[in-house]
Nanobody, 126 residues
Framework: QAHVVESGGGLVQAGESLSLSCTTS????????LAWFRQAPGKEREAVSC????????QYDDRVKGRFTISKHNANKTVSLRMNSLKAEDTAIYYC???????????????????WGQGTQVTVSV
C-alpha cells in the first residue's frame, strides 16, 4: 500500500526560507507524478507544484513561481519543496500527493492524485 508522509513544516518570519520533504513508500517511484498542494484556513485547496516521474515536466502555480523549487530524489524516494522569500499568504497546511502516471507529465489537478499525506503546517509571520 502506498504511503506519503510530509515533514519540515514550522513557523518562520516573512522573507525567510523553509524546506519541506515528502517520503514515499509502497509505490513505483518511476511511474508516479509527485506534487505539493496547500490549504489555508477557510480557503480551497490549491496546487503549488508538480514534477513528473522522469523530472522532464515541472509546473508551479503562478503564486509561487520563482520562489519555490520542487525536487525529486530517487535514491531515497523523496520529493522536497524549497520555499524562499516566504510571505504571510503562504501560510497553510502543505500536502504531498502521488499520482499514477507512467506516461510522464504532471498536472496541478488534485483529482489526478490518489495518494495523499496528512499534511504539515507552514506558518509565516509578519
Amino acid at each position: 500500500q502506498a504511503h506519503v508522509v510530509e515533514s519540515g513544516g514550522g513557523l518562520v518570519q516573512a522573507g525567510e526560507s523553509l524546506s519541506l520533504s515528502c517520503t514515499t513508500s509502497g509505490l513505483n517511484f518511476d511511474a508516479y507524478t509527485l506534487a505539493w498542494f496547500r490549504q489555508a484556513p477557510g480557503k480551497e485547496r490549491e496546487a503549488v507544484s508538480c514534477i513528473s516521474w522522469n523530472e522532464r515536466i515541472i509546473q508551479y502555480d503562478d503564486r509561487v513561481k520563482g520562489r519555490f523549487t520542487i525536487s525529486k530524489h530517487n535514491a531515497n524516494k523523496t520529493v522536497s519543496l524549497r520555499m524562499n522569500s516566504l510571505k504571510a499568504e503562504d501560510t497553510a497546511i502543505y500536502y504531498c500527493a502521488a499520482g499514477w502516471r507512467p506516461s510522464g507529465g504532471c498536472t496541478l489537478r488534485a483529482d489526478d492524485y490518489q495518494n495523499w499525506g496528512q499534511g504539515t503546517q507552514v506558518t509565516v509571520s509578519v
